[in-house]
C-alpha cells in the first residue's frame, strides 16, 4: 500500500503542475480592453498601514500588460526614500504574452542614485528600466515603503496636496 502512495502523490504533483492556468496570458484579456491600448492593468492593490502617529507602511501590488512599444514607460520601476521613507522590499517580475516567467529582480538589482540639493545629500532613488525583448509583455511590481519619524498628517499633506 506505501509503494502505491509514494508513486500516486509525484504523478499526482505532475498533472496538478500542467493543469494551472497562467494568470497573466495576455489571451485572456478581452479585446474591446486592448482596443487602442498601450497597456492594460490586470490586477493593483495598494495598501497603507498606520502603525502610530509617525510610523507606517504603504505596499503595492501591480500587474500590467504592455501591448506595444508605446506602454514602454510601465517597464521603468522609480522609488525616491530619504530620512522619513525607506524601501523596505522590491521585487519585479516580467512574463511573456503566454504568461510564463521570463526574468525577476529584486530589490539588489536595483539601481541606486542619490538625490536632492545643497551640499547633503536628501534622499535616494532606486530604479531600474526592465528590457522587453517583445510585446505583449507582463510586469509584476510588489514593493514596500516604511515610512518613520514623520506625523502622518504632515505625510498626508505631502503625498496628497489640497486643492487650494
Same mark, same amino acid.
Given at each position: 500500500?506505501?509503494?502505491?502512495?509514494?508513486?500516486?502523490?509525484p504523478?499526482?504533483?505532475?498533472?496538478?503542475?500542467f493543469?494551472?492556468?497562467?494568470? /497573466?496570458? #495576455?489571451? *485572456?484579456?478581452?479585446?474591446? %480592453?486592448?482596443k +487602442?491600448?498601450? @497597456?492594460?492593468?490586470?490586477?493593483?492593490q495598494? !495598501?497603507f498601514?498606520i502603525?502610530?502617529?509617525?510610523?507606517?507602511? /504603504?505596499? #503595492?501590488? *501591480?500587474?500590467?500588460?504592455i %501591448?506595444?512599444? +508605446?506602454g514602454? @514607460?510601465e517597464?521603468?520601476?522609480?522609488?525616491? !526614500?530619504?530620512?522619513f521613507?525607506?524601501?523596505?522590499?522590491?521585487?519585479?517580475?516580467?512574463?511573456?504574452?503566454?504568461?510564463?516567467?521570463v526574468?525577476?529582480?529584486?530589490?539588489?538589482?536595483?539601481l541606486?542614485?542619490?538625490?536632492?540639493?545643497?551640499l547633503?545629500?536628501?534622499?535616494?532613488?532606486?530604479?531600474?528600466?526592465?528590457?522587453?525583448?517583445?510585446?505583449p509583455?507582463?510586469?509584476?511590481?510588489?514593493?514596500?515603503i516604511?515610512?518613520?519619524?514623520?506625523?502622518?498628517?504632515?505625510?498626508?499633506q505631502?503625498?496628497y496636496?489640497?486643492?487650494?
Amino acid at each position: 500500500m506505501k509503494k502505491i502512495i509514494v508513486t500516486a502523490i509525484p504523478v499526482l504533483m505532475l498533472f496538478l503542475g500542467f493543469s494551472q492556468e497562467k494568470l /497573466y496570458d #495576455v489571451s *485572456k484579456i478581452p479585446e474591446e %480592453l486592448k482596443k +487602442n491600448a498601450y @497597456s492594460v492593468i490586470r490586477e493593483e492593490q495598494l !495598501t497603507f498601514d498606520i502603525k502610530s502617529i509617525d510610523k507606517a507602511t /504603504y505596499k #503595492v501590488h *501591480k500587474a500590467v500588460t504592455i %501591448l506595444n512599444e +508605446n506602454g514602454r @514607460s510601465e517597464l521603468i520601476f522609480h522609488e525616491f !526614500t530619504d530620512q522619513f521613507r525607506s524601501l523596505e522590499s522590491a521585487s519585479i517580475q516580467l512574463f511573456d504574452s503566454k504568461g510564463n516567467s521570463v526574468q525577476k529582480y529584486k530589490r539588489s538589482d536595483l539601481l541606486k542614485q542619490t538625490a536632492g540639493d545643497g551640499l547633503v545629500p536628501d534622499g535616494k532613488v532606486y530604479y531600474i528600466e526592465v528590457p522587453a525583448a517583445s510585446y505583449p509583455v507582463t510586469i509584476l511590481v510588489d514593493y514596500e515603503i516604511k515610512f518613520t519619524g514623520c506625523s502622518i498628517t504632515r505625510l498626508m499633506q505631502f503625498n496628497y496636496p489640497s486643492n487650494r
